[in-house]
């Protein structure tokens, strides 16, 4: 929040305004239609609650949703308001309300934040960039290869993609400007920009091809457990790899025509990350101990895909634990770490209300009425029409999990009613989460540290990337489909 004194003022009335919003609805009657569905669900003895109850539960939370998306307050800020709002008015009980504090997935995804900085702080991840760099770097279309096959590399141990732009800005950023492009000559356009753009497009396919690369991935195989549909680290990585490698192959060359550098060919980059990786020197001691961590946990992650006594958490803190001792990760390390806290905090109050909208029957009441929408069709076109409809309501959203959390069960439950396969549908509107993030400037927390370079302008990202969002939606609407279809 800006402190400039008119800035504030506008900030805070846009926060009333918001409070107001929720007040509003939560005095407004319950609709007719949303009493007699829950009447009619069936008795569930161990939980108690009235159509009065789930009425007030989607004020508060679509209030703390709306709060964010409208950027009136920061997403731990709505949710602690938010989590307070429920308890205090009896909506929920302090022991429903905090559930989402006792799911280990919920912790893994913390423990990955602190392992991810063990991969930067050990130098491991830089090596791995420049090497890759070293090896593609020559032409301007293949420093994009380079850039996003790095991504795509360090992404498993990365439950972050904010955290991942925070290890490939540095060394895009020193690649165009020793390229000679840079924004304060006006030059940002000679190769800078094209870069940029191609590490936040790279970001959004990352993220879908692993489970553990976006703290949302988790929280959705999560919820799609509840439909029954059992979504693990490999079988995530399979569904995902065969769109991902044809965007993988694409995204580069599309950009170099839709937004193409001024220099297509970079001679220099190699030696550029050559003598990176001189001046890093023989690969230390924290560097192979990481490298070890790292391999060892991704298969352990895959091998609980069969041997489920292999927690996935267990496996994180067990990796934690090695980097403490090797002093990799320190305790002064987890101090600076408020990021972590906060990402917990916010995501098990919003996945507990979430939960509870579900259970208190007002996400079926939504997804009944949804369903006239794609009544009578068949399902593949009401396949088509909730996929693209998920994707274009990200230009309402500054938080990726923000919309898997409110919307993911609502679509997934209107799209089974129409007859769409469920785990064709929860997939694909997981991977949605991911590749739609660079529709907007603001559609994902990594693309601020790009915008703010100053090699790419607000307008550029909804033009640009408003196209790759387009080719990512077809690409997994279509090579995506069939070849879920083929392995399902």
Same mark, same amino acid.
Request: glycine letters at 8%; proline letters at 4%; a neutral charge.
């Given at each position: 929040?800006?402190?400039?004194?008119?800035?504030?003022?506008?900030?805070?009335?846009?926060?009333?305004?918001?409070?107001?919003?929720?007040?509003?609805?939560?005095?407004?009657?319950?609709?007719?239609?949303?009493?007699?569905?829950?009447?009619?669900?069936? /008795?569930?003895?161990?939980?108690?609650?009235?159509?009065?109850?789930?009425?007030?539960?989607?004020?508060?939370?679509?209030?703390?949703?709306?709060?964010? +998306?409208?950027?009136?307050?920061?997403?731990?800020? %709505?949710?602690?308001?938010?989590?307070?709002? $429920?308890?205090?008015?009896?909506?929920?009980?302090?022991?429903?309300?905090?559930?989402?504090?006792?799911?280990?997935?919920?912790?893994?995804?913390?423990?990955?934040?602190?392992?991810?900085?063990?991969?930067?702080?050990?130098?491991?991840?830089?090596?791995?960039?420049?090497? +890759?760099?070293?090896?593609?770097?020559?032409?301007?279309?293949?420093?994009?290869?380079?850039?996003?096959?790095?991504?795509?590399?360090?992404?498993?141990?990365?439950?972050?993609?904010?955290?991942? %732009?925070? $290890?490939?800005?540095?060394?895009?950023?020193? *690649?165009?400007?020793?390229?000679?492009?840079? $924004?304060?000559?006006?030059?940002?356009?000679?190769?800078?920009?094209?870069?940029?753009?191609?590490?936040?497009?790279?970001?959004?396919?990352?993220?879908?091809?692993?489970?553990?690369?976006?703290?949302?991935?988790?929280?959705?195989?999560?919820?799609?457990?509840?439909?029954? /549909?059992?979504?693990?680290?490999?079988?995530?990585?399979?569904?995902?790899?065969?769109?991902?490698?044809?965007?993988?192959?694409?995204?580069?060359?599309?950009?170099?025509?839709?937004?193409?550098?001024? $220099?297509?060919?970079?001679?220099?980059?190699?030696?550029?990350?050559?003598?990176?990786?001189?001046?890093?020197?023989?690969?230390?001691?924290?560097?192979?101990?990481?490298?070890?961590?790292?391999?060892?946990?991704?298969?352990?992650?895959?091998?609980?895909?069969?041997?489920?006594?292999?927690?996935?958490?267990?496996?994180?803190?067990?990796? *934690?634990?090695?980097?403490?001792?090797?002093?990799?990760?320190?305790?002064?390390?987890?101090?600076?770490?408020?990021?972590?806290?906060?990402?917990?905090?916010?995501?098990?109050?919003?996945?507990?209300?979430?939960?509870?909208?579900?259970?208190?029957?007002?996400?079926?009441?939504?997804?009944?009425?949804?369903?006239?929408?794609?009544?009578?069709?068949?399902?593949?076109?009401?396949?088509?029409?909730?996929?693209?409809?998920?994707?274009?309501?990200?230009?309402?959203?500054? %938080?990726?999990?923000?919309?898997?959390?409110?919307?993911?069960?609502?679509?997934?439950?209107?799209?089974?009613?129409?007859? /769409?396969?469920?785990?064709?549908?929860?997939?694909? *509107?997981?991977?949605?989460?991911?590749?739609?993030?660079?529709?907007?400037?603001?559609?994902? %927390?990594?693309?601020?540290?790009?915008?703010?370079?100053?090699?790419?302008?607000?307008?550029?990202?909804?033009? /640009?990337?408003?196209?790759?969002?387009? *080719?990512?939606?077809?690409?997994?609407?279509?090579?995506?489909?069939?070849?879920?279809?083929?392995?399902?």
């Amino acid at each position: 929040m800006s402190n400039h004194p008119n800035e504030t003022h506008k900030q805070h009335i846009l926060q009333l305004s918001v409070i107001i919003f929720g007040i509003i609805l939560w005095f407004i009657p319950i609709p007719s239609g949303l009493e007699s569905y829950i009447q009619k669900l069936p /008795v569930d003895t161990t939980l108690e609650f009235t159509p009065i109850m789930a009425w007030h539960l989607f004020a508060i939370f679509i209030t703390a949703i709306f709060a964010v +998306i409208l950027k009136a307050m920061p997403i731990f800020t %709505s949710s602690i308001l938010g989590v307070s709002a $429920v308890i205090l008015t009896g909506t929920l009980t302090a022991k429903q309300a905090f559930t989402g504090f006792s799911e280990d997935w919920i912790l893994l995804i913390i423990v990955a934040f602190l392992i991810a900085r063990g991969v930067i702080k050990s130098g491991l991840g830089k090596r791995i960039a420049f090497l +890759i760099i070293r090896k593609f770097g020559k032409t301007s279309i293949g420093l994009s290869y380079s850039i996003i096959a790095a991504d795509m590399f360090m992404a498993p141990a990365f439950p972050s993609n904010t955290a991942r %732009s925070g $290890v490939l800005f540095p060394i895009v950023n020193a *690649l165009a400007e020793d390229s000679g492009s840079k $924004v304060a000559d006006g030059t940002r356009k000679k190769l800078g920009s094209y870069l940029m753009m191609s590490s936040m497009a790279g970001l959004t396919i990352s993220s879908s091809l692993w489970l553990t690369a976006m703290a949302a991935n988790p929280a959705g195989a999560k919820m799609a457990k509840d439909f029954g /549909v059992d979504i693990t680290y490999s079988s995530w990585a399979i569904a995902a790899s065969v769109p991902v490698l044809v965007l993988f192959a694409l995204v580069p060359w599309v950009l170099l025509k839709i937004f193409p550098p001024e $220099v297509k060919e970079t001679p220099n980059a190699p030696d550029i990350a050559n003598n990176a990786l001189k001046e890093m020197g023989k690969v230390s001691r924290n560097e192979w101990i990481m490298a070890g961590v790292f391999i060892g946990m991704v298969t352990l992650w895959v091998a609980s895909s069969f041997y489920p006594s292999l927690n996935k958490t267990a496996v994180a803190f067990l990796g *934690l634990g090695i980097l403490m001792l090797a002093n990799i990760f320190t305790i002064k390390d987890l101090n600076g770490e408020g990021q972590a806290l906060g990402t917990l905090v916010w995501f098990a109050i919003l996945y507990a209300m979430s939960v509870y909208l579900n259970k208190f029957g007002f996400m079926g009441w939504i997804g009944e009425n949804a369903s006239f929408l794609v009544e009578g069709m068949p399902w593949a076109m009401a396949y088509v029409i909730l996929i693209i409809a998920y994707v274009l309501i990200h230009y309402f959203f500054v %938080s990726q999990t923000a919309q898997m959390l409110a919307l993911f069960s609502v679509f997934l439950g209107v799209a089974i009613q129409a007859g /769409v396969p469920a785990e064709l549908m929860a997939l694909m *509107l997981l991977f949605a989460t991911n590749f739609n993030a660079i529709i907007t400037p603001q559609g994902s %927390s990594a693309n601020v540290i790009y915008i703010g370079s100053g090699y790419l302008e607000a307008g550029e990202i909804y033009k /640009v990337g408003g196209i790759i969002t387009l *080719l990512n939606t077809t690409v997994f609407l279509t090579v995506g489909t069939a070849w879920i279809l083929f392995i399902i």
